[in-house]
């Protein structure tokens, strides 16, 4: 009579563990669905530039990034970065190499541009008015008037200048600053 009970509790206590097998592999299963959907699904989002303009808006997706997002973004970059004076360059310049994945080529060609600046006691401006993007290089071409106020002088020396600055796209979808580089023009 105890090999009855035993059996039969035997045989209920095996049925019970297979049923947990079944269930732990369904929940596997299911877990698995729902983290390829997660994974392989685009995340979009949505950039308000600035509060002076919330109406424009840029839609980013990580892989490909909207031309205009990056004529906005080349714009405000380098009229950031230019638009500076023997006071305001220094921090210009490291607000700019934050954004560069590699600085240690940038930083040379920005340090002489300070040394410059402060020496002659240069105040500058870059207006961008036109840009060109280079995909195939990821390269933003942008071209523009560039102000350089020497001493105290009131009227400035103006010269349309044309930079080249590269991107690349992180793994996080952000964009970093790969390059910058002017273009001289040659007659």
């Known amino acids: 009579m105890h090999l009855d009970i035993k059996n039969k509790v035997t045989e209920h206590v095996l049925k019970q563990r297979n049923f947990a097998y079944v269930m732990c592999g369904f929940l596997m299963v299911v877990t698995l ?4 959907k997660a994974l392989s699904k685009n995340e979009k989002v949505i950039i308000v530039p600035s509060l002076n303009e919330p109406q424009k808006q840029y839609h980013l997706d990580g892989k490909h990034i909207p031309d205009n997002y990056l004529v906005d973004w080349g714009f405000t970059l380098l009229g950031d970065l230019f638009t500076a004076n023997p006071k305001t360059i220094q ?7 934050q954004m560069a994945i590699s600085s240690s080529g940038l930083a040379e060609n920005l340090e002489n541009t300070e040394k410059a600046l402060k020496k002659d006691n240069i105040s500058t401006a870059f ?5 060109h993007i280079d995909r195939s290089h990821h390269e933003l071409i942008i071209e523009g008037n560039f102000l350089s106020y020497f001493g105290r002088s009131q009227k400035p020396v103006v010269t349309k200048k044309k930079f080249a600055l590269g991107w690349k796209i992180l793994s996080r979808g952000q964009v970093a600053v790969r390059t910058l580089k002017e273009i001289k023009d040659e007659k």
């Open 127 to 131: 207006y961008p008015e036109k840009a």
């Open 91 to 97: 921090k210009k310049n490291q607000t700019f190499l």
């Open 33 to 36: 669905i729902l983290l390829s």
